[in-house]
């Protein structure tokens, strides 16, 4: 069983990533936070979320895990206490994005999340990532209203794309229905979190049988 911890608080948005990650890799099983808010919108929260991803008690015969919030929380302390791979969506977005030598960047939603993202992506490419493209509006009532987060984040990609970004990650695991929908609309490559944790993580299975 592969897990996939969402580190907020909504069944439906772990319901939601688990079959995007299924697509790629079957046999993922979702685990929701206990406590906490719906989305993660704030340094604050990020911080809070990493606390109970790093200490929660996992089901028995988990052979991988991941940590699907796009600033990774906890993502490094759970890894230092497993002995299976530990994949985070950001982490694995930003290493698709910057393959080749490609120049990247974020589409979000989250202002409040903007310096922790640009800090993990510069952690994994630092020479690539030309920064994060915020959109319009408040983050919960974009997420309510998915017509208007497409348009949103559409219009970030492009602003990103013009500044020279070659592949934009839609940055947050909310996201990911968002990301599937505006592929076909996308001006450049578009990395899409989930999706590129699970390969990764079939990789690293793959690696270590």
Do not use: K
């Amino acid at each position: 069983m592969i897990l996939l911890m969402n580190p907020n608080s909504s069944v439906a948005t772990t319901a939601a990533m688990v079959a995007i990650a299924r697509r790629t890799l079957p046999g993922v099983e979702g685990w929701t936070a206990p406590g906490g808010p719906p989305l993660l919108s704030s340094m604050e929260y990020l911080n809070a979320a990493a606390e109970l991803v790093a200490q929660a008690e996992l089901p028995p015969g988990v052979r991988g895990v991941i940590v699907s919030a796009f600033g990774d929380p906890g993502r490094a302390a759970l890894a230092a206490r497993l002995a299976v791979p530990v994949v985070g969506i950001g982490q694995a977005a930003a290493l698709a994005a910057a393959a080749g030598g490609r120049r990247f960047a974020v589409a979000t939603h989250t202002p409040g999340l903007r310096t922790g993202i640009d800090a993990l992506m510069r952690g994994y490419a630092p020479e690539g990532f030309l920064g994060t493209f915020l959109t319009e509006g408040e983050p919960e009532a974009l997420a309510a209203d998915p017509p208007r987060l497409d348009d949103a984040l559409l219009d970030a990609m492009h602003r990103a794309h013009q500044a020279g970004a070659e592949a934009v990650i839609i940055g947050g695991g909310p996201l990911g229905e968002a990301a599937e929908r505006l592929r076909p609309r996308a001006p450049c490559a578009l990395i899409a979190p989930i999706t590129e944790a699970a390969r990764l993580m079939l990789s690293l299975l793959e690696t270590t049988r």
